[in-house]
């Protein structure tokens, strides 16, 4: 599977970015997809994942309640939905599919990365 994620880009805080994910391959539908961020000097952090269908979704507190995670296996596209965007989530973003973990090490394939920033 290759990923292709897109999307990132500058925003105010308060606004929001959609943040997609192509992916080739067949196999799509039968991977965990997951979002990871990473910011300068810190370790890649979990965002959230959907299962297989898309009725599963989890996420990280800091992305509860303002980010949603849908997937669109027709497409082979992924989706991260990011509202109410602060400061703090400035970072790359980065998709990834494996088996569902919060742990970025049990993903095996991995896009590569788009950029999100947030200004005050």
Do not use: H
């Not at 990871?36 to 959907?50: D, L, S, T, Y």
């Not at 979704?57 to 995670?69: E, L, M, N, P, V």
């Amino acid at each position: 599977v290759q990923l292709q994620a897109s999307g990132g880009g500058l925003v105010q805080a308060g606004g929001s970015l959609r943040l997609s994910c192509a992916a080739s391959g067949r196999t799509f539908s039968r991977y965990i997809m997951g979002w990871f961020r990473q910011a300068p000097g810190k370790e890649r952090e979990f965002v959230g994942a959907i299962g297989w269908s898309g009725g599963s979704t989890y996420y990280a507190d800091s992305a509860k309640g303002r980010f949603t995670i849908s997937r669109d296996n027709a497409k082979n596209t992924v989706y991260l939905q990011m509202n109410g965007l602060k400061p703090e989530d400035t970072a790359v973003y980065y998709c990834a599919a494996g088996v569902f973990s919060y742990s970025p090490d049990e993903y095996s394939y991995w896009g590569q990365g788009t950029q999100v920033t947030v200004s005050s």
